[in-house]
């Protein structure tokens, strides 16, 4: 048995790679994505650290070119689902008994793997499977994975360094253990590095897992799930399964030893799944965590002091890198009629120089939406907009999925600061605008704070001191991340912890502390060294 205080590698952010002409990570990311298209791959489910493959098997395509087939993974039944809550369950005891350290170094050495001879295959994997280019995919699968597995063990240290006072005679102790029962991971498309956060983070604590990816992200996940095999993770500590969301929910939900949900998705259905828990509450051994990030209608709140460059480009990059499909991108723009148009003539500047495509060609800035059924959604609120006296399409408005999923970065000049795209999440490459009066600034950041139902992420851009102080007093509770002159994406771990309140989820922050204290269950010891041999307290003694 260890008797040392170990002290884990120290945490930094991985560099963040160019892919120049020439460079040796553009050539490998270049032969990997010719040999992942050179075949099909075959992705069962990973169920107590054995590979289950089904007669139901479902093909993957990359969403630019649906013609092409990457693979098909074996869906799942409920009995698969029984079976990943029973492996989990039945690996707990030895996992959470495994010293801290060890446990660390298992998820250390898959980011090591992940920065190291994996990455050219993840970033691959993630480009052809989610359609993200070259740049998207290094700082999510890559950097911010990375970032995610090596921070997390620096803050287990510190949290288990967090201990209470002994007085004299007197040694108290916390123990942060696992909670007791198993932690359901579920995760997005969108995020590479969220899906493979939302399942290690808890393991790393000792819990176990039954994790289940979006359909759209598989994948990529079970490169994620070899990686973590490959850095010595025992069998049935993580367990991923493919499922319907019904077919799932209906085991893990009503299991008495269901202690814990990870969630990134929509914002109903991390309501719906938050009443399911709700209801079952005397059925469970301990209350749940709940853990979840979902939706957004992200602004960006412009000032007449502000450089329209910059706004120009905040909006360019923050509305249309990855399509518009994170839950931070910049989805409702505030501008002043005196900025307005330097403001238009710089975006559609950017807008035009714009190439999209398949992301292999890596001149292409845009790629394809995640699926059909986003893309129809997209869709409908484009043309309704084409429809609309209270709306004009100034940029875009095109789209077409014959090929792939396309559609044109679209841009809305709203009349009404109400129209339903300043207020509807639409998850996709459409940015609305409404630009306001300069002397109705105040005004205007009541409006923001008030439009949406959403607090995750927002952005002011301006000079002035005075209208920056304004505004974040303003909006302090209409965003969970607020940037100062800055788009509002791109959270780094270990700068920018990520997650909002309101309609946007519990605020728990991911790449932080914040987040892992979710997954421990704390016992306080106290051992008196001294034990009274009598009853009687000072007070009961006569005058």
């Not at 553009?26 to 990997?32: G, N, V």
């Not at 740049?135 to 510190?158: G, H, K, P, S, W």
């Not at 960006?300 to 890198?321: N, Q, Y």
């Amino acid at each position: 048995m260890a008797n040392a205080f170990f002290k884990v590698p120290e945490a930094k952010n991985e560099p963040i790679l160019n892919y120049l002409p020439g460079s040796p990570e553009k050539k490998a990311l270049k032969a990997a994505l010719a040999e992942a298209k050179s075949k099909e791959l075959d992705m069962p489910m990973i169920i107590g650290g054995k590979a289950v493959r089904t007669n139901d098997t479902v093909r993957v395509h990359p969403p630019h070119e649906i013609a092409h087939t990457l693979g098909h993974y074996h869906r799942g039944s409920k009995e698969h689902v029984e079976a990943a809550v029973e492996a989990a369950l039945a690996a707990k005891a030895d996992w959470e008994a495994m010293p801290w350290e060890e446990r660390a170094a298992i998820f250390l050495k898959a980011a090591d793997l992940m920065a190291g001879p994996y990455r050219a295959r993840m970033s691959a994997a993630t480009m052809l499977g989610q359609s993200k280019n070259v740049y998207q995919a290094e700082i999510d699968c890559i950097c911010e994975l990375v970032d995610f597995l090596r921070y997390n063990v620096q803050y287990m240290t510190e949290m288990y360094a967090q201990q209470p006072y002994s007085p004299s005679t007197t040694w108290n102790r916390l123990e942060y253990r696992a909670l007791e029962g198993f932690v359901f991971a579920l995760t997005p498309f969108n995020f590479t590095a969220i899906a493979g956060n939302l399942c290690a983070a808890p393991a790393l604590f000792g819990n176990v897992i039954v994790w289940k990816p979006a359909e759209t992200q598989i994948y990529s996940a079970s490169l994620i799930m070899e990686i973590y095999k490959e850095a010595g993770l025992p069998d049935g500590v993580i367990n991923l399964v493919f499922a319907g969301g019904k077919t799932v929910g209906d085991v893990v939900f009503y299991h008495k030893s269901f202690a814990g949900l990870h969630f990134t998705g929509s914002t109903g259905v991390f309501q719906s799944l938050w009443k399911t828990i709700g209801e079952q509450l005397p059925n469970y051994t301990s209350y749940p965590r709940i853990v979840g990030e979902t939706g957004g209608k992200d602004f960006v709140m412009v000032h007449k002091s502000a450089d329209p460059k910059a706004v120009a480009v905040g909006l360019s990059r923050g509305a249309f890198e990855y399509q518009g499909q994170k839950c931070s991108a910049a989805s409702r723009a505030y501008v002043p009629e005196s900025l307005w148009p330097d403001v238009k003539k710089y975006l559609l500047q950017d807008l035009a120089d714009f190439k999209m495509g398949t992301t292999e060609d890596f001149r292409n800035f845009i790629n394809a939406v995640i699926d059909e059924k986003s893309f129809d959604k997209i869709a409908s609120y484009i043309d309704a907009a084409s429809l609309s006296s209270e709306a004009e399409i100034i940029a875009g408005g095109n789209y077409d999925k014959s090929v792939g999923y396309f559609i044109e970065p679209t841009v809305i000049l709203a009349k009404d600061p109400k129209y339903t795209t300043m207020c509807e999440e639409i998850f996709g490459p459409v940015l609305t605008i409404y630009v306001y009066p300069d002397e109705a600034y105040a005004d205007t950041l009541e409006l923001v704070n008030s439009t949406s139902p959403y607090s995750l992420t927002g952005a002011i851009f301006a000079k002035d001191r005075a209208a920056l102080v304004l505004a974040t007093q303003k909006l302090r509770h209409a965003a969970g991340n607020f940037y100062i002159n800055d788009k509002p994406t791109g959270a780094v771990v270990g700068q920018q912890p990520f997650g909002g309140g309101r309609a946007s989820g519990t605020n728990d922050k991911a790449g932080s502390m914040l987040n892992l204290w979710r997954w421990v269950s704390v016992r306080t010891i106290k051992e008196n060294f001294v034990s009274p041999t009598d009853f009687r307290y000072p007070f009961l003694q006569e005058e």
